[in-house]
């Protein structure tokens, strides 16, 4: 499965971006999705998934009630609406595609496949 993210820029501190990543495989909504990212010199960290078995959402705490993540799965694609953008939210976020059990959904590790990652900046 090959995945295309797209969507980042440069926005200012309190405006809104949505990230979108394209899957080339029918296989897509078997998966559970999931967005990440990595600042400079940060390891990458968790964002936010839709779980395959149930279609619960999660999120990491630094995001949650500003970050939306969603599925079409009849259009293979994932997206990521950021709201309330702040600074310390750039980074090069990264889609992913993975059947991590549920409680691990947050493991970069247990992903399968990973987009190329697109670069979010927002300025204060």
């Known amino acids: 499965v090959q995945l295309q993210a797209s969507g980042g820029g440069l926005v200012q501190a309190g405006g809104s971006l949505r990230l979108s990543c394209a899957a080339s495989?029918?296989?897509?909504?078997?998966?559970?999705v999931a967005w990440f990212r990595q600042a400079p010199g940060k390891e990458r960290e968790f964002v936010a998934a839709?779980?395959?078995?149930?279609?619960?959402?999660k999120y990491a705490d630094s995001v949650k009630g500003r970050f939306t993540i969603s599925r079409d799965n009849a259009k293979n694609t994932m997206y990521l609406q950021m709201n309330s953008l702040k600074p310390e939210d750039t980074a090069v976020y990264y889609c992913?595609?993975?059947?991590?059990?549920?409680?691990?959904?947050?493991?970069?590790?247990?992903?399968?496949?990973w987009g190329q990652g697109t670069l979010v900046t927002v300025s204060s």
């Open positions: 992913a595609l993975g059947r991590p059990v549920y409680s691990a959904y947050d493991q970069t590790g247990l992903y399968y496949y």
């Open positions: 495989d029918r296989t897509f909504s078997s998966y559970t």
């Open positions: 839709i779980i395959r078995n149930n279609g619960r959402t």
